[in-house]
């Protein structure tokens, strides 16, 4: 079946740091790509997405890229902030259903 | 446009009790998914309606789990009886058509 593995964490950074978190899929056919990210206290919010290879999803200085041949979709931002700390989950979508495979999630801890 | 509802967003039950979850999808969304999410791990879907049928259920624990979307809005989800592995946070989620998935705050179920 299908199958999402994400880097382990947590992840304890210093701001302006460079950000990367990888993530790996596992699916037969096309899988659309997400990251969600999950702030303290409150519901999982899409942060991007990409739906075919080569796709570059982007978003508050978030990026990811949907490499077919490496069947990975690895979160990267140039400088975090404070306010990203927070958990992120890699997730795929395959199919005419539309359901949601998650990986385990990336703990991000950012320090002013 | 108000987000997906759920309640209560906490609840504390001792083993072979019973407890149940509501959902409020965002207006006009066909589909709603409930999904659960324990600790350390991604949410895994437990169960997914278009309208008031259920399109997949394959992962729900039937003997003891339970869900219904009578009129095709609201959703409750069951467990009959608890047990202590089901402490977790439900997730419930909905979305329009092939879009995407609009989560809510969550409950957190915790077993005693």
């Known amino acids: 079946g299908d199958s999402v593995t994400q880097m382990e964490g947590p992840v304890t950074l210093s701001e302006e740091a460079f950000l990367t978190i990888n993530c790996t899929y596992t699916?037969?056919?096309?899988?659309?790509l997400f990251w969600y990210v999950q702030y303290p206290g409150e519901g999982l919010q899409l942060l991007l997405k990409a739906t075919k290879a080569d796709d570059k999803g982007s978003n508050k200085g978030f990026e990811a890229t949907y490499r077919k041949e490496t069947t990975s979709f690895h979160l990267e931002k140039g400088s975090v902030q404070v306010s990203d700390s927070a958990v992120y989950f890699c997730?795929?979508?395959?199919?005419?259903?539309?359901?949601?495979?998650f990986g385990s999630g990336t703990q991000l801890t950012v320090l002013p | 446009e108000a987000g997906v509802a759920q309640s209560p967003r906490y609840k504390i039950i001792e083993k072979r009790q019973s407890v149940a979850f509501w959902c409020n999808p965002i207006?006009?969304?066909?589909?709603l998914y409930w999904y659960q999410q324990i600790l350390g791990q991604g949410p895994k879907l437990l169960i997914q309606f278009q309208n008031n049928g259920v399109v997949d259920d394959s992962q729900l624990p039937k003997d003891r789990f339970s869900a219904e979307r009578l009129k095709g809005v609201d959703s409750t989800l069951k467990i009959q009886p608890a047990k202590l592995e089901d402490s977790a946070v439900y997730l419930c989620a909905s979305n329009r058509g092939q879009n995407e998935q609009y989560f809510g705050p969550g409950t957190r179920l915790t077993v005693t």
């Open positions: 997730a795929l979508t395959r199919g005419s259903a539309r359901q949601l495979t």
């Open positions: 207006s006009g969304h066909a589909t």
């Open positions: 699916a037969t056919g096309y899988p659309s």
